[in-house]
Nanobody, 123 residues
Framework: VQLQASGGGMVQAGGSLRLSCVAS????????VGWFRQAPGKEREFVAA????????YYTDSVKGRFTISRDDAKNTVYLQMNSLKPEDTAVYYC?????????????????WGQGTLVTVSS
């Protein structure tokens, strides 16, 4: 599967952005999908994941209550709605997918990655 992330940009603190991850090449509903981010000088970190079918979602503690992950398999797309953005959310955001489970996204190494999209939050 090929993944294409988009929707990044520059926003002031407190603002919102919605990232999209569009998949092509295989049945998207077969994949658990996640979002990761990498801030300058830091390691890439898990942000959120959604299970196949969308019944289960997971978030890192720092984004709980502010970010929402969702999916529309008819459009082969996973979204990350980001509200109440903070300067510390500034990073390159990546989507990733794996046929195994959200556990691989949360704790392991997903098989498929998209290119990043830059989110910059100014104070």
């Amino acid at each position: 599967v090929q993944l294409q992330a988009s929707g990044g940009g520059m926003v002031q603190a407190g603002g919102s952005l919605r990232l999209s991850c569009v998949a092509s090449g295989r049945t998207f509903s077969d994949y658990a999908v996640g979002w990761f981010r990498q801030a300058p000088g830091k390691e890439r970190e898990f942000v959120a994941a959604i299970s196949r079918g969308g019944s289960f979602t997971y978030y890192t503690d720092s984004v709980k209550g502010r970010f929402t992950i969702s999916r529309d398999d008819a459009k082969n797309t996973v979204y990350l709605q980001m509200n109440s953005l903070k300067p510390e959310d500034t990073a390159v955001y990546y989507c990733a997918a794996d046929t195994r489970s959200t556990r691989i996204l949360r704790f392991g190494a997903p098989d498929y990655w998209g290119q990043g999209t830059l989110v910059t939050v100014s104070s």
